[in-house]
């Protein structure tokens, strides 16, 4: 059974850039047939998608995101990285992790706990 | 951007039927999975491709898509499904996107 965690800053601030780490246990991220996507959630929202990526692809990003998120996989640590440019308050978030099998049509059956992410001076 | 959209709530007596519906554009002619989400938990899959029940959820649970609705519909409500539950579709221009969100409350 796979397991996912999300690590990095809890506190970041503004106009600097969010690195976050989904780590990888019980699989590996360069199996194929799998997409890891990034989500997340403001304080008391809903769930927006960021965007997602899969071994051996290339990464899709949510329009409204596109021009400030990187996705990328670390094979060497079993992670898959979230990269966010020029953060303001509302950035300010839970970040989830996930993955889905590609051949379900883009269904995340596995899901990190989730970190929560504030953008403050 | 495609856009999917719940009723922000539905309340219900335990023992009942709840009914979350989740609308958009010809969203008959995709692929809909539902998620439900405690407070302070992260999602939990419940269904996927409109119809399939996810691993080890119970069959009170079930799905259905047709024209410009789908419908998560739970059968003999529990206390412990009082949750928050989304829709989620892939559109080919938004990448993945999920529903607003309906708030369940037994």
């Known amino acids: 059974q796979v397991q996912l965690q999300e690590s990095g800053p809890g506190l970041v601030k503004p106009s600097q850039t969010l690195s976050l780490a989904c780590n990888v246990s019980g699989g590996s991220v360069r199996s194929g047939g799998y997409y890891w996507g990034w989500i997340r959630q403001p304080p008391g929202k809903g769930l927006e998608s960021i965007g997602y990526?899969?071994?051996?692809?290339?990464?899709f990003y949510n329009p409204s995101l596109k021009s400030r998120t990187s996705i990328s996989f670390d094979t060497s640590k079993n992670q898959v990285s979230l990269s966010l440019t020029s953060v303001t308050a509302a950035d300010t978030a839970v970040y989830f992790c996930?993955?889905?099998?590609?051949?379900?049509?883009?269904?995340?059956?596995?899901w990190g706990q989730g970190a929560l992410v504030t953008v403050s001076s | 951007s495609y856009v999917l959209t719940q009723a922000p709530s539905v309340s219900v007596a335990p023992g009942q039927t709840a009914r979350i519906t989740c609308g958009g554009n010809?969203?008959?002619?995709?692929?809909v999975h539902w998620y439900q989400q405690r407070p302070g938990q992260a999602p939990v899959p419940v269904v996927y491709?409109?119809?399939d029940r996810a691993s080890g959820i119970p069959e009170r649970f079930s799905g259905s898509n047709s024209g410009t609705t789908a419908t998560l519909t739970i059968r003999r409500v529990e206390a412990g499904d009082e949750a928050d539950y989304y829709c989620?579709?892939?559109?080919?221009?938004?990448?993945?996107?999920f529903g607003t969100g309906t708030m369940v409350t037994v």
């Open positions: 010809n969203i008959g002619s995709k692929s």
């Open positions: 996930a993955r889905g099998p590609t051949n379900l049509g883009f269904y995340f059956d596995d």
């Open positions: 491709e409109n119809s």
């Open positions: 989620q579709v892939w559109d080919s221009s938004s990448g993945y996107v």
């Open positions: 990526t899969y071994y051996g692809g290339n990464p």
